[in-house]
Structure formats: C-alpha cells, structure tokens
C-alpha cells in the first residue's frame, strides 16, 4: 500500500507533497516490469504524515518511511528475498496498466 493522501491545510505534512504518486508509479511499474505476482494499492492516510511517503506491506507488515522512486529496485529486492515472492508471466504482463 502506498500513501497518496494531500491534506487540506498545505502547510501540513503529507504524503502526497513529497512525491508519494511519483513512488507509486515508480512501484507500479517496476512490480509489472518484474513480473511479481503483488497488487500495489494506493490509499489514504495511514498516520505517517511526518515521515512519508508511507509505504506498507499488507497484511499487518511493517512500515517503509520516506522512499524515494530511487529507492525502489532494492525495496522490491528485499521483498522478492524475504517474502519469497512468486514471478508471474503471462499475457497480462504485456497489458498497459489501468487507465492508459
């Protein structure tokens, strides 16, 4: 899950103004390009404003505190090594991704 969420009042902290759809994006593509058979889910505050972007494993997993896209292959490195994460290729790899 990745934090989205702006807050109405722009001198608050949020996830969305530090880049956080960048990261989603960054992630997205990467877990398409890798083939790994996750769902990467945007969503709303998760009550990290201060360290965002918030980013966590679902369910229950820990949370990842101010990432960057830079900071995206060797996130999914570690999470392909720990979680043992099963690669998926088939026809649905090759899809453009939802709303293009």
Known sequence: MVCINRRLRSDLAS??????GDLAEAIE???????LAVRVERTVCMGRCDFG???RIAPGGAFHLGMTPADVPGFLDRL????????????FNNLPPPGS
């Open 80 to 91: 392909e090594t720990d979680l043992d994460l099963k690669k998926e290729f088939n026809e």
């Open 53 to 55: 972007p918030t980013v």
């Open 29 to 35: 593509d990467e877990v398409r390009r890798r083939g």
């Open 15 to 20: 996830c969305a103004a530090r880049n956080s």
